[in-house]
């Protein structure tokens, strides 16, 4: 199986940055996509922004500009640097990952998720 932990939410200003990690572990035969979604209070699940292991990214439109993925894949870690943050950002992100543990077919992983909040 494989386990995504993060790190690296909090409370910041409106205006601020902020740095979220994500890093796979266990009995991982590869990592395919890696992604960042975020869920606020009473809202769906949305996608922010995804990464191949290519270096291929893909970002909703309200964080385009603001936001940036990356990944080292030999650590199997997703990053995503957060800059300007507004309210509007405010959520629980949950890291993603399209693995491969041994012995098994890939699938979605997800990790437990971390709280941003942004104050105005």
């Known amino acids: 199986q494989v386990q995504l932990v993060e790190s690296g939410g909090g409370l910041v200003q409106a205006g601020g940055s902020l740095r979220l990690s994500c890093t796979a572990s266990?009995?991982?035969?590869?990592?395919?996509?890696m992604g960042w979604y975020r869920q606020a209070p009473g809202k769906q699940r949305e996608l922010v922004a995804t990464?191949?292991?290519?270096?291929?990214?893909n970002y909703a439109d309200s964080v385009k500009g603001r936001f940036t993925i990356s990944r080292n894949n030999a650590r199997n870690t997703v990053y995503m640097q957060m800059n300007s943050v507004k309210p509007e950002d405010t959520a629980v992100y949950y890291c993603?990952?399209?693995?491969?543990?041994?012995?098994?077919?890939?699938?979605?992983?997800w990790g437990q998720g971390t709280q941003v909040t942004v104050s105005s």
């Open positions: 266990g009995l991982i035969r590869s990592v395919n996509v």
């Open positions: 990464i191949t292991s290519g270096g291929s990214t």
């Open positions: 993603n990952a399209d693995a491969r543990a041994y012995l098994t077919a890939s699938r979605d992983y």
